[in-house]
């Protein structure tokens, strides 16, 4: 089993950047497409982005494409998502999280294992 670890979080004023990390655990780090999640206070929890298992293939919510980057070091064991032109609307815990599947997904059912989350909070 894998154990995920997200930093990085913390408050910013709108239009700001902010770059959050995510740690793995284990030796096949690689084998695992990775997402990113994110909750805010009485919403459901939604797909911001993934990453394939080389690295090669991202996709992105529509709400923070163009804004939003998701990378990942192999060598690591850590995926990252760099935010830019940040707006109160993304206010919320962000998540990390591995898949076996060798695709990226925006639903949750993908994904295997889940850190427990960073919180990102966005001033006006």
């Known amino acids: 089993q894998m154990q995920l670890v997200e930093s990085g979080g913390g408050l910013v004023q709108a239009g700001g950047s902010l770059r959050l990390s995510c740690a793995a655990s284990?030796?096949?780090?690689?084998?695992?497409?990775m997402g990113w999640f994110r909750q805010a206070p009485g919403k459901e929890r939604e797909f911001v982005g993934g990453?394939?298992?080389?690295?090669?293939?991202?996709y992105y919510a529509d709400s923070v494409r163009g804004r939003f980057t998701i990378s990942r070091d192999n060598a690591k064991n850590t995926v990252y998502l760099q935010m830019n032109s940040l707006k109160t609307e993304d206010t919320a815990v962000y998540y990390c999280?591995?898949?076996?599947?060798?695709?990226?997904?925006?639903?949750?059912?993908?994904?295997?294992?889940w850190g427990q989350g960073t919180q990102v909070t966005v001033s006006s």
């Open positions: 999280a591995a898949g076996s599947r060798n695709y990226v997904s925006p639903t949750m059912r993908s994904y295997e294992y």
């Open positions: 284990g030796r096949t780090f690689s084998y695992y497409t």
């Open positions: 990453i394939s298992r080389s690295g090669d293939s991202t």
